[in-house]
């Protein structure tokens, strides 16, 4: 179990990234990758530091970093043709779809990673996993969890609140998956762990309580939505799985991600949420209040998603994991589908 102990927080902390990775002993040249608007929010300050702290830096910036396997790869060369020559450590700037590349090559390259969220919007920040896109379906790697990660909330309190919204549908998640999780260990005998089952609730209500701020968007909220987010990397790695993170409304997302493309995964993570916990416990109404409450979606027009395409999610959502979930082994028919989308207003 490997934990990524070293956390730096709070308002101007990326001004003295060099400092941090002096501080717990990381040496060598500096791989920055990013895409062009990370770049251009956090590159400078990132660069500026490590130089002045006598880091050498060599940057690769794209367009927008696809989370593809093929891409993976190909940056995972281009990257390995360059650390043949120098001692090299990845820092990976931007948000999740990056970090989730950068965690992929630097466990392929046996490199040290640190990551520098710019946005809120995913737990992929801490986890050691990487999600990544094989054709029309997406696969979860097991990679490596960071090395540091550097939040500065000057950055964070910036970026479109979108993006906000995002992050508490993923989080929010948990509200269903822990139900699934439990039902998971008893009725499947999959993996559990019920230190991190109850950590993983605390760490949601706290959420919950917190939800003006995040709205707000003030230093507690954004610390409270950026710690939450860490904590689940956290207990992925304590428990061995994503269950705990992540379960029938995931799978939902999945689906709706292959049908209608995947620029909004926190957000379906809400509509999913919603639904799932109709089933479970009929509390869908408390989910779409914390959703409202931060201006996420709570309907498939907010998205602009067709109601065919959330039926069809939820009808092979069963399918995108092998995951004991409250949908079972045979999924949602049909009708069963719309039946839950319209008593859930999602449709």
């Not at 190909?74 to 948000?95: C, M, Q, R």
């Not at 990487?130 to 950055?155: C, H, M, R």
């Not at 919603?274 to 989910?287: L, N, P, R, T």
Request: hydrophobic residues 40%; aromatic residues 10%.
């Amino acid at each position: 179990m490997k934990f990524s102990a070293n956390i730096e927080a709070g308002f101007g902390s990326l001004k003295n990234i060099g400092g941090h990775l002096k501080n717990i002993g990381i040496t060598g040249t500096a791989a920055v990758i990013s895409g062009e608007t990370a770049f251009r929010i956090a590159g400078k300050i990132v660069v500026d530091s490590l130089e002045s702290s006598g880091f050498y830096v060599n940057t690769f910036i794209y367009e927008k970093i696809e989370p593809t396997l093929k891409n993976a790869e190909n940056l995972t060369a281009i990257i390995k043709n360059y650390s043949s020559k120098n001692d090299v450590f990845i820092i990976g700037i931007g948000g999740g779809s990056t970090l989730d590349v950068c965690k992929y090559i630097s466990a392929k390259l046996e490199l040290n990673f640190i990551a520098v969220p710019t946005l809120l919007s995913s737990d992929a920040i801490a986890t050691g996993y990487s999600v990544l896109w094989i054709d029309d379906k997406n696969e979860a790697f097991q990679t490596k969890a960071p090395s540091l990660i550097v939040g500065d909330y000057e950055i964070l309190k910036n970026q479109p609140k979108k993006y906000i919204s995002a992050g508490v549908g993923d989080m929010l998640s948990k509200m269903s998956a822990l139900y699934d999780w439990r039902l998971a260990f008893w009725l499947a005998g999959e993996t559990y762990n019920d230190f991190a089952m109850n950590v993983a609730k605390a760490t949601t209500n706290l959420l919950k309580k917190r939800i003006a701020d995040v709205a707000a968007m003030n230093y507690i909220g954004i610390e409270t939505l950026f710690l939450s987010e860490v904590t689940d990397g956290y207990l992925m790695q304590l428990s061995g799985t994503t269950r705990v993170a992540a379960g029938s409304e995931h799978l939902f997302t999945f689906a709706l991600e292959k049908i209608h493309g995947m620029p909004n995964h926190g957000e379906y993570c809400g509509l999913g949420t919603i639904m799932m916990a109709y089933i479970q416990s009929k509390k869908d109404g408390e989910v779409r209040e914390y959703l409202n409450d931060v201006g996420a979606a709570t309907t498939a027009a907010d998205l602009d998603v067709k109601p065919q395409e959330i039926i069809k999610a939820l009808t092979i959502a069963h399918t995108m994991r092998p995951w004991y979930t409250i949908l079972g082994i045979n999924g949602l028919s049909e009708g069963s589908a719309e039946r839950l989308a319209r008593y859930t207003m999602v449709i």
